[in-house]
């Protein structure tokens, strides 16, 4: 096996930031280039720089309720920079960038969420359909993400377009949102989809104009989730995938 970067390398525009713990997902494939299912438990990695060794790590299987295995890393460097994730006993690695606090519009664990007016049942703003999730729209429409941050709640914010990837990531992880907390009293969840309106393409681009909340949080990829606490400061951050054990340790932090 070797291991692929689940997540955006950066080396155009860092998404990982130095100073604050981060996560990056790997995924392995094969030498012909497969994901398979039943990729091995885990596997030990070195983080290293310029060659050196920081640190060595192993990095566990997680598959809980989705369908493609990753293996997440949780590190922590304290300097910008490029570095490699490299498979222990090779020298082939995954390399990426890190870039400092300041310089990267991200929201990260400490940060606030951003207040945006994201679309409702009740007003559309725009966004058509407001939840791609099908048959049905997931519930997470009733209240903006204003009206969550200003309730005096915990608030769980998801950014993702489930009606585009239902089998890969982003419907499954809004599908374990939903069954993890329901409609929970206690907490304002919101969610919010990339796109204003997926079949209109704007012909100069050849893309379709995302929504707000893109813009609001700097987003590049998807899907995204922010667990934040009744103040609105994020307790939990994951990022382009993640599994039902990563989930609800996420959410333990409400």
Known sequence: YALVAGFDIGFVAPTLVAGIPQRAPFVAITADGV?????????????????????????????????TPYYPLGFSVDEPG??????AGTDTGVGFAVGAHDEIGLVQVGDALRPVDTPTFDDARGVDPICTQVPEPCPYHEVTLTEALASGRPTVFLISTPGFCQTDICGPVL???VEEL????????????????PNEIDPASGQSATTEAIGAYGLTYEPSLYVADATGTVTARLEFTWDRTELTTALTTL
């Open 35 to 67: 994901v398979r299912t039943d990729a091995p438990d885990g596997f030990d990695v070195e983080l290293r720089r310029d060659g050196a060794v920081l640190e060595a790590f192993t990095i566990d299987r997680h598959d809980a309720a989705i369908p």
């Open 182 to 197: 329901g409609s929970d009293p206690e907490v304002s969840v919101v969610h919010s989809e990339v796109y204003t309106n």
């Open 175 to 177: 599908a374990l949102l």
């Open 82 to 87: 490029d570095y490699e994730v490299v498979m």
